[in-house]
């Protein structure tokens, strides 16, 4: 069976598991096996791992550090230039800036791919009419500077000064004043500068902005609910602070979640053979990453506060 085969029927059990039957998937996409059969799938499993890794970003990132640091060691110092990066991920404000570029990155690409086109249209433009603004005569002996004989050379020079210039275009070119196209192309520079400049890199800057605001708030967010509530159980502050022992106790003692993290931990270690029920039930969610075993909305001094009223 190919590889994407069996991660397509994989990912398949995974999505519908909930409202079928697992062994009736099993049997509808044809991936049970004879009885008796104990094979290994080498080539299946090699591939799923080269595909885990290979999108796993912090691994990515330490191969790369790793290969500037061998680098730098065999070749030359330049590369261990590349190391400071490391500087710029130890801390939570900068990390946000570099994933603000990321966040978006498909809107990003798309738009940069929109400023190429029209860009090249401004190109095909220039070449036909404009030509020969783009003519710098040279000095006594030297060839004029032709920034726009062929249409590579052409679209290269508009994209390079173009779209770094302030105002387009046209703070690169002659002046037109006096020419026969004088009027064309003031008409070319001011829709340039409107279209690339004004609308198009906007956007660009525009995207990244708001996607570090986003994640900005989303980290604010974040960081206000865990001071605001217990992260366990998910029950507010307010409601711990009218009890004697209050939150910050609740929350180091009675739901620290430390002590589940560790837990878990414990289980992901220790033999399945070994597992009483209510680690095995425990595991099976956790494997599935499914959290109803964290008590959300219950917690043993609500508990006693419910039977109090009730008595």
């Given at each position: ?27 509808l ?13 080498y ?9 885990v ?56 690409v ?24 783009y003519?710098q005569?040279?000095?006594?002996g030297?060839?004029?500077?032709r ?8 679209f ?16 690169e ?29 906007a ?14 708030d ?26 004697p ?8 003692k ?8 560790f ?7 220790k033999?399945d ?7 095995s ?10 959290w ?20």
């Amino acid at each position: 069976m190919k590889y994407w085969d069996k991660f397509v029927r994989r990912k398949t059990k995974q999505k519908y598991k909930d409202q079928v039957d697992e062994d009736t998937l099993t049997s509808l996409l044809g991936a049970e096996r004879a009885p008796g059969d104990t094979s290994f799938d080498y080539r299946y499993n090699c591939w799923l791992w080269i595909g885990v890794i290979l999108t796993n970003g912090q691994f990515l990132y330490r191969v790369g550090y790793l290969i500037c640091s061998a680098c730098g060691v065999f070749f030359s110092p330049f590369f261990y230039a590349f190391l400071l990066i490391d500087v710029v991920l130890s801390f939570p404000m900068l990390k946000a800036i570099l994933q603000s570029v990321t966040h978006n990155i498909r809107q990003l690409v798309l738009t940069i791919m929109m400023t190429l086109v029209v860009v090249y249209l401004y190109t095909v433009v220039a070449f036909n009419f404009f030509r020969k603004f783009y003519v710098q005569e040279g000095e006594d002996g030297e060839e004029p500077d032709r920034k726009c004989h062929n249409m590579l050379t052409c679209f290269i020079y508009h994209f390079y000064a173009g779209v770094r210039a302030g105002g387009g275009i046209g703070d690169e070119l002659e002046s037109p004043y006096g020419d026969e196209l004088e009027y064309a192309r003031m008409l070319y520079d001011i829709s340039f500068f409107f279209f690339v400049i004004v609308i198009l890199l906007a956007i660009m800057q525009g995207l990244i902005i708001d996607a570090f605001g986003e994640l900005r708030d989303q980290q604010e967010s974040a960081t206000e609910k865990l001071e605001s509530s217990c992260f366990i159980c998910d029950i507010g502050k307010e409601t711990f602070d009218r009890l004697p022992r209050g939150f910050d106790i609740h929350t180091t003692k009675e739901h620290n979640f430390a002590n589940y993290l560790f837990f878990l931990q414990h289980l992901v270690n220790k033999d399945d053979t070994e597992y009483t029920g209510q680690e095995s039930y425990i595991r099976e969610k956790y494997d599935n990453r499914d959290w109803e075993f964290f008590p959300v909305g219950e917690c043993f001094v609500k508990q006693y506060e419910d039977q109090l009223l009730q008595s």
